[in-house]
């Protein structure tokens, strides 16, 4: 069982916006400013998307933006296209002696 | 650009030992922070291990603590894990990852390929 928890799908239509949640504790997510969004495709690495609740690494199209409120954060991905089609996975610093906890990731597709 | 290959996964019987390594590149590898991730289709993603850029500070998720141990050598650019005691289910796929920047591991910024290690009779 995961730390964190996602909704285990979510979809949405070409061009439309979807958001995908997280939900932790007053231990990690509540508490960092480290929440982190990962892009993974089937037999690939996983793939950093969004650092510290809503910056985005160079490379990274602006239709992915994240977003924290409490112990909760969110990822959204607006105007969908095809090759968004992946599972997605949050992850929060918490703490020196447990690195990082993740959530159970989100597979979403492309309808 | 930045690449981590990881090497040494493989079939091992439970209580057996296996020893991996990530060779590291494009990037000065004594000035990041690295850790072990793993991923299965039962635990998900773990964080397994990290290690500060001397090698003096090292953690340990408690469910590998005492069994697995995580080193470096700076000059040999090179992460390793060694896994003793093994479980079935410490069956997965481990990714030697780094840290986004320089300093305090707070983010893990880029990941190899993954190495499947099997525990299995």
Redesign the interface.
């Known amino acids: 069982q995961s730390a964190l928890t996602q909704p285990p799908s979510a979809s949405g239509s070409p061009g439309q916006s979807v958001t995908i949640s997280c939900t932790g504790t007053s231990s990690d997510v509540g508490a960092s400013n480290y929440v982190s969004w990962y892009q993974q495709y089937p037999g690939k690495a996983p793939k950093l998307m969004i650092y510290e609740v809503s910056k985005r690494p160079s490379g990274v199209p602006d239709r992915f933006s994240g977003s924290k409120s409490g112990n909760s954060a969110s990822l959204t991905v607006s105007g969908l296209q095809a090759e968004d089609e992946a599972d997605y996975y949050c992850s929060s610093y918490a703490g020196s002696n447990n690195l990082a906890v993740f959530g159970g990731g989100t597979k979403l597709t492309v309808l | 650009q930045v690449q981590l290959v990881e090497s040494g996964g493989g079939l091992v019987k439970p209580g057996g030992s296996l020893r991996l390594s990530c060779a590291a590149s494009g990037f000065t590898f004594s000035d990041y922070y690295m ?1 072990w ?1 793993r991923q299965s289709p039962r635990r ?4 397994v291990s ?1 290690i500060s850029t001397s090698g003096n500070t090292r ?1 340990y ?1 408690d469910s590998v603590k005492g069994r697995f141990t995580i080193s470096r050598d700076n000059a040999r650019k090179s992460l390793f894990l060694q896994m003793d005691s093994l479980r079935a289910e410490d069956t997965a796929v481990y ?1 030697c990852a780094r840290a ?1 920047t320089t300093g305090w ?10 190495t499947l290690v099997t525990v299995s009779s």
């Open positions: 850790s991730i998900g993603l773990e964080w990290y953690y998720a990714y986004l591991y707070r983010t893990t910024g880029a990941w190899g390929q993954g």
